[in-house]
């Protein structure tokens, strides 16, 4: 396989790349979920912020890695100021979306999520002169209706919360919107930016650690053990393989593909809570899980076909 300065694969293989880009972000989110459970239940590591700027650490030295290797090479002419809204925005998304799970019931906290999908088309036909045919937005609607069937029980909400809430979609939806369009604005490839971004990312998230998680002294007075450190580490080799498949994800599709993978990770997961972790099995769960299969199926279809 040919590989440029981009990071793109110019070999008879290359058009298998999206596929495996897809099958990448789907199997190392879903490694992560319960990865990561196994850090915060098993070992008691409460520290999120903490987990997510060692992620971001373990990113750029895998991407460093990567670099050294001859995957892609350092752009060196990109005016970093122009990354920066995007590191803001990532931020903003790790911050706002704790706030907005103390403040709201898990109820409302998923139908915020749900609700993802939709502003980016809204925000990207509005903003980005992106057109989206009629059955793309009812195979999208399906989707979030089937997520929001399987995952939204109570919706309990406040004030305080639900501006919390909106903030976190609004920025979550930039976030990713961003992620595509400044490959393109920078010229550069998904493996590029990434490099870029994760460094300052992890720089900003420092005087954030101690504002979101509480209790930093006892993590100094009684230090994490072996297990708890090599779960810790597994979590973060995968949040590399999530963070570079998310953005090679949307470089190479869209937002609004990335979003649609994403509801379809979430019925992996359900479907292995049922039957790894005996998880209580509820029609409302099963039936959620076959609506988003379905819009998950009529979306690919579409796309597949060339539909816009």
């Known amino acids: 396989m040919k590989v440029d300065s981009y990071g793109h694969e110019h070999d008879g293989a290359s058009r298998f790349r999206i596929p495996f880009y897809l099958f990448l972000n789907a199997a190392s989110s879903i490694g992560i979920v319960f990865t990561n459970k196994v850090v915060f239940q098993t070992y008691h590591f409460r520290y999120g912020t903490l987990l997510t700027l060692i992620h971001f650490v373990v990113t750029f030295l895998g991407l460093e890695l990567c670099r050294r290797f001859g995957l892609f090479e350092r752009k060196k002419d990109v005016d970093l100021m122009k990354v920066v809204p995007l590191c803001v925005s990532f931020c903003g998304f790790v911050v706002l979306t704790n706030i907005s799970l103390l403040y709201n019931s898990v109820g409302f906290y998923q139908l915020m999520k749900v609700l993802t999908t939709p502003l980016i088309v809204v925000i990207q036909t509005l903003f980005y002169a992106e057109t989206f ?6 195979s999208l609607a399906l989707t979030c209706v089937g997520v929001a069937i399987a995952t939204v029980t109570d919706t309990q909400a406040n004030t305080v919360g639900t501006i919390f809430a909106l903030s976190a979609l609004v920025i979550t939806s930039m976030y990713q919107i961003w992620v595509g369009t400044k490959q393109k604005e920078l010229d550069c490839s998904g493996y590029q930016l990434l490099y870029l971004q994760a460094p300052m990312s992890a720089l900003l998230l420092i005087p954030v650690v101690p504002l979101m998680d509480d209790s930093l002294a006892d993590l100094i007075m009684h230090p994490p053990s072996q297990g708890a450190i090599i779960a810790i580490l597994m979590s973060s080799v995968l949040a590399f393989l999530v963070n570079l498949s998310i953005f090679l ?8 593909t990335y979003n649609v993978l994403g509801h379809f990770k979430l019925t992996i997961i359900l479907t292995l809570g049922f039957v790894a972790f005996d998880a209580p099995i509820d029609a409302k769960n099963v039936s959620g899980i076959l609506v988003t299969l379905a819009g998950v199926i009529w979306y690919t279809h579409l796309k597949q076909n060339g539909s816009k």
């Open 133 to 138: 045919s009629m059955k793309v937005k009812l």
């Open 249 to 256: 994800v949307i470089g190479k599709t869209s937002p609004v």
